[in-house]
Nanobody
Framework: HVQLVESGGGSVQAGGSLRLSCAIS????????MAWYRQAPGKEREAVAD????????TYADSVKGRFTISRDDAQNTVFLQMNSLKPEDTAIYYC??????????????WGQGTQVTVS
């Protein structure tokens, strides 16, 4: 069983920064990658960034490249999403996901509860 607990959302003005955290409990080692997704009102959930356990590779959606950074602290079993230069269009509920690598993507299997990010 895999559990994900997110924290760090909030409200910020355009141009500001936020850092999201996602603590994972995966004692059986079911998953080998983690990702951040987001869902804005009236829109489909979209992938924002992936990070992989077996190598240092990370991937980003074009809309966040150069502004967002995904990283992990293996000692804390935590993945972070540092979000800089935030824009109003980044407003969404952000979800942490853990899954299994398939091709060039992290296929999500487990989801966090979501955390609201609002940029005004």
């Amino acid at each position: 069983h895999v559990q994900l607990v997110e924290s760090g959302g909030g409200s910020v003005q355009a141009g500001g920064s936020l850092r999201l955290s996602c603590a994972i409990s995966d004692r059986l080692g079911i998953t080998n990658c983690m990702a951040w997704y987001r869902q804005a009102p009236g829109k489909e959930r979209e992938a924002v960034a992936d990070i992989y356990t077996r190598d240092p590779r990370t991937t980003y959606a074009d809309s966040v490249k150069g502004r967002f950074t995904i990283s992990r602290d293996d000692a804390q079993n935590t993945v972070f999403l540092q979000m800089n230069s935030l824009k109003p269009e980044d407003t969404a509920i952000y979800y942490c996901a853990a899954g299994v690598e398939g091709g060039d993507i992290c296929g999500p299997l487990y989801w966090g509860q979501g955390t609201q990010v609002t940029v005004s």
